[in-house]
């Protein structure tokens, strides 16, 4: 469990009553892109619904079932999480913020190049091309869905190129659903093999392929990859 130093609240408001919990805002993030990434104990300072957090007072077991159809945590979680909002201080939330936008950075300077010189361009070039397109960070969406649309404000201002790879992954068929799910938005091409074993071929850019084989590698012990030509 997250302790309650680090944890914020996380609140669903229906049935003119709330419904809170005590959670860590990135572990969510992350929790929210791929469910199975991340333990639900992990993500909670308190295995408890609160209706409210700072006075210590708890929603009956009735109107526990009136909203979410069930008292148990796990569910409660899950819609309270899915419908409800993250509460940030000030703070926190322009914490959270200027670490995504180091992470945005670091994602372009590590996979775009400068076409004229083929050489990478300086983190810094690409943090005041941000700040001069006046690009928003989302603080909860993660950063390969706000890469694309970061190039998209800044490639006015500098030439940007890519380089992808293809990876092809071959794993045991009993890991197929988790690998899936985190590859699934790159796969070019997928198949089961006579042996029970799953192969796909995805494309990913060049600066990303290791902790791409990283994160996979976490889900299936028995990996195989290459890089195909």
């Known amino acids: 469990m997250v ?78 999480l899915g419908e409800g909002s993250i509460q940030l201080t000030t703070v926190q939330r322009k914490q959270m913020i200027e670490d995504k936008r180091k992470q945005i950075i670091n994602a372009i300077a590590t996979t775009a190049t400068d076409p004229k010189t083929r050489g990478p361009h ?36 500098i030439p940007l190129q890519f380089i992808t790879v293809r990876l092809a992954f071959r794993i045991q068929g009993k890991d197929y659903g988790g690998v899936h799910q985190l590859l699934r938005d790159s796969i070019q091409r997928e198949e089961w093999l006579s042996d029970g074993s799953w192969a796909c071929v995805v494309e990913c850019p060049g600066g990303m392929k290791s ?10 012990s028995g990996l195989d990859v290459k890089e195909l030509d």
């Not at 810094?124 to 397109?133: G, P, Y």
């Not at 603080?139 to 649309?149: A, G, I, K, T």
């Not at 902790?211 to 299936?220: G, W």
Request: some cysteine; overall charge negative.
């Open 3 to 80: 302790s309650l130093d680090d944890a914020v609240i996380a609140r669903l408001e229906k049935g003119g009553n709330r419904y809170e919990i005590l959670v860590d805002p990135e572990l969510v993030t992350q929790w929210k892109e791929d469910n199975n990434s991340v333990e639900m104990e992990d993500m909670l300072a308190t295995s408890e619904i609160w209706s409210d957090v700072k006075a210590g007072d708890r929603p009956t077991a009735d109107a526990l079932e009136n909203i979410f159809g069930s008292t148990d945590l796990h569910t409660c979680v899950k819609k309270i």
């Open 122 to 157: 300086p983190p810094t070039r690409i943090e005041n091309a941000l700040l001069e397109a006046r690009f928003s960070v989302d603080p909860f969406l993660s950063v390969e869905r706000q890469v694309q649309d970061a190039v998209d404000a800044i490639r006015s201002l």
């Open 211 to 220: 902790d791409l084989i990283s994160r996979v590698s976490k889900r299936s």
